[in-house]
């Protein structure tokens, strides 16, 4: 993920004056190839977007705590560490950040990804809510608190793409 250039430098609906480069945070679930697929889309339709993201390798994820400031026997501080450091990023990111998109995968709890969602909604970010339709009830919540929820990626890329550049997707 390209994390410092601008995925496209494209002009939205013919202009010639340069646009703005938009940031989108891309958080939670790590195991399935949503990002890329938003990436692609994004990339196929032009748009000035930079994409950024958490550290999605797990166990770099779960680690850098104890491999950077020291071992801890106890689970739990383990743990600790580990989510502060990782804080440093996310909540830098997060607000750096025009759009906050969260996704909710089918497998795992992301309890992160609910704390990013509210984090994000606490500081007034746009936020797009990614998740299938069975978890519908479960994160009622935080779909109200979304300006839209998608479940699929491409909805994501179109979302953007019609925020950027007032393009609707082909009927």
């Not at 689970?75 to 969260?102: P, S, Y």
């Amino acid at each position: 993920m390209n994390e410092t250039q601008p995925i496209s430098t494209a002009q939205p609906l013919g202009q010639s004056a340069p646009v703005r480069t938009w940031r989108v945070y891309l958080s939670g679930e790590i195991h399935t190839d949503w990002r890329e697929r938003i990436e692609t889309a994004i990339k196929a339709a032009g748009l000035p977007v930079i994409l950024t993201a958490p550290v999605t390798d797990h166990a770099s994820s779960d680690d850098c705590g104890v491999r950077i400031l020291g071992g801890e026997p106890n689970k739990f501080w383990h743990d600790h560490k580990g989510a502060k450091v990782n804080a440093v990023r996310t909540r830098t990111l997060i607000g750096e950040a025009d759009v906050v998109v969260v996704r909710f995968g089918e497998k795992y709890k992301q309890w992160n990804a609910a704390f990013d969602a509210g984090y994000a909604s606490a500081l007034g970010k746009p936020l797009i809510v990614l998740h299938p339709p069975e978890h519908a009830h479960a994160l009622k919540e935080v779909d109200a608190a979304a300006l839209a929820v998608a479940e699929e990626p491409e909805q994501v890329a179109q979302i953007l793409d019609y925020a950027i550049t007032g393009r609707l997707p082909a009927a």
